[in-house]
C-alpha cells in the first residue's frame, strides 16, 4: 500500500507531480528509492528525445534554408539569363528596308507592360505611315515572330490603300458631281 508521505517524498525529491510519483511508486511496489531512478531515468530519456529532435529540426530548417537559397540563387540565374536575351535581342523599326530605331526587346516588353495605351496605338498607327517591325538577334532572327510581323504589316498597308483607294473614288465622284452640276 502506497501513501501519501511516500507520493510527498518522491515528489519533493523529483519535483515530478503526483501522478507520475504514484505511478513510479506503484510500478516499484512502494520502493522510494526506485521510484525516484525511474522518475530521472524517464526524465533523462525525455531529454535526449527532445535533444534529438531538437537537432533533427534544425537540420531540417537548414536544409530549408539551403533549398530556398538554390532556389533563389535559380530564380536569379533564370532572370539574368532572360534579361541578357531581351538586351542582346531587338525590335527594329524599319522603314523603306532601313533600320529606323533598334530597340532591345526588354525595352519594348517593359513600354508595352507599363506605358500600353500609348505604345500600341503608336505601332498601330506608325504601320500606316510606312514603317515596318522585325525582330532581330540570336534568338529571334529564324523565327515565326518575324513572319507574323511581316505579315501584320502587309494586312496594314493593305488596308490603308484600301481606305486611300476609298478616299480617291468618292473625292472623284464628289468632283465629277460638283461638275455636272456646274454645266447647267
Known sequence: MITIEQVEKVVNLTGATYQDAKEALEATEGNVLEA????????????????????????????????????LDQFVEWVKRWVHRGTINKLEVVRNKKVVLALPVLVFIILVLFVFWVTVPLLIISLFFGYGYRFSGPDLEKTKVNDAVQMA??????????????FDEWSKKDDDANGKNSNH
Open 153 to 166: 504589316s502587309e494586312a496594314t498597308i493593305k488596308a490603308k490603300d484600301a481606305v486611300v483607294n476609298t
Open 36 to 71: 525516484v531512478i525511474n522518475i530521472e531515468k524517464r526524465r533523462g530519456e525525455t531529454k535526449q528525445s527532445t535533444h534529438a529532435n531538437q537537432n533533427r529540426q534544425e537540420e531540417r530548417k537548414t536544409q530549408n534554408e539551403e533549398s530556398n537559397s538554390d532556389s
